[in-house]
């Protein structure tokens, strides 16, 4: 992979986590969440996936690389669930 699509990718998993950070505020202590997870995956499937397609398209990346970069965006699907789960504990 060259460093330019490096750079795009890391810029990616930036604006991911921004995301999930921006998600975080929408936590609400009793318990109902589902909605910032089903919001946060759309985000990915919205925005991420088709660029992550698209550098897979033109050659830029290889197919492991993209599937490896998703399974990454996805995972953090699953941090924002352990996050909203540790808010929901606190506030219990």
Not at 49 to 69: C, G, H, Q, S, W
Not at 85 to 91: F, H, L
């Amino acid at each position: 992979m060259e460093e330019n699509v490096r750079k795009e990718l890391d810029a990616l998993k930036g604006i991911l986590n921004n995301w999930k950070t921006g998600f975080m505020s929408w936590a609400s202590p009793d318990g109902d969440n589902d909605y910032v997870l089903l919001e946060f995956r759309e985000e990915i499937q919205t925005n991420i996936y088709p660029y992550v397609r698209r550098l897979f398209e033109t050659n830029y990346i290889t197919d492991m690389e993209a599937k490896e970069f998703m399974i990454y965006c996805y995972g953090q699907v699953e941090v924002l669930r352990d996050q909203l789960r540790e808010v929901e504990t606190n506030d219990s």
